[in-house]
């Protein structure tokens, strides 16, 4: 290698190859590729994709009443009069609400807990917004509480511990059906077993 | 779906999201891993991949002498006075160089001629940084020129170009070893067999 040089590319390349390098899912070579992508762009393409970034992380907030992503106070979901906002389906992650949107067959609102509840990782009922989803069953005209957690050992400690709280405040609390295999996630289980999920949800019995 | 959603996910995120789906292997599902990414990560994290971009296409340029990827007027081969400027490597594009420097095995420079010669799509010799290449070789103290466009139907036939020009020019003219397999790309070729194609090169016969 020739002395001046710790890497064949010049800096500017090198670091944006790092920075890909970083992505989920992408390796060495693909990031080389990614990379290289920018050098044949115009410039305006290659702008634009920077302020795609820029603009995300300006721009998204969570939703002020379910922790949805956002880009105004509320998200599109709660900020929409068509919804039904007697039905609330919590989930973990907003990427949760991605899936079960693109279902089309859920009317009503959601509530994020940004987390489920790991007791062996330190993750306890306050570091959730769990003390916000009793806050909203109390004050707002919820009549269902749809427990959307993950079909996975925590989701379903998450999901216990929601139901045997919110059955004291006189809701009516489901889950989703099992028609999830488990372990797998929410974001990546399909539309058509999140369709069942949805259309099969059962009582939570006491 | 709701009536005033085309998309699942906010603005932002889905503009994130159709700029990662353009990379070249990204499919949609790998696209919006990669954008879920800086929603975690943080700001800072977030800038500096955007600054990234920015300062790739702001710094890159083509060197002045051989048209590789360069900071400033010269790249990092040329303007480094160990190199032997006595032999010329000739390639097609910037990717070529980094492959061939990534085998450390080459101690001289380069010429890049940013394409290669494909009458039938109308790439022309007057196309390509060919004029400054025997500009080059008549100026400078150049005794050989080394071939190493791809190992392709085009590939061949800029080399075969070059070879009847620069053999006039009274210069030393080899090409890289078919220790390549044909039809693959020199970037990549990998490291074992750059090297081998670097140290078996043959003379370029009248």
Chains 1, 2 share one sequence.
Do not use: W
Not at 5 to 34: C, T
Not at 89 to 116: F, N, Q, S, W
Not at 192 to 197: E, G, I, M, R
């Amino acid at each position: 290698m020739p002395e001046d040089l710790n890497s064949p590319y010049p800096p500017s390349l090198s670091k944006l190859i790092d920075a890909f390098a970083k992505l989920p899912g992408v390796g060495r070579r693909s990031a080389e590729r990614q990379a290289y992508y920018f050098l044949k762009c115009n410039k305006e393409e290659a702008m634009d994709f920077a302020f795609a970034i820029r603009d995300l992380k300006k721009n998204l907030r969570s939703c002020q009443q379910c922790f949805n992503l956002a880009e105004a106070k509320l998200c599109a979901v709660c900020s929409n009069p068509a919804r039904d906002n007697s039905i609330l389906c919590v989930v973990e992650m907003p990427r949760d609400v991605i899936a079960i949107e693109k279902t089309g067959a859920y009317r009503g609102l959601y509530h994020v807990l940004l987390g489920r509840l790991a007791p062996t990782d330190g993750v306890e009922p306050e570091d959730l917004k769990i003390a916000e989803l009793f806050k909203r069953v109390k004050q707002e005209e919820v009549k269902e509480v749809i427990l959307a957690t993950n079909p996975t050992a925590e989701g379903d400690i998450t999901a216990t511990y929601l139901a045997s709280k919110l059955r004291l405040m006189g809701v009516r609390v489901t889950r989703l059906a099992r028609g999830l295999s488990t372990g797998t996630e929410i974001e990546f289980a399909g539309q058509a077993n999140l369709n069942n999920a949805l259309d099969n949800r059962t009582e939570v019995e006491g």
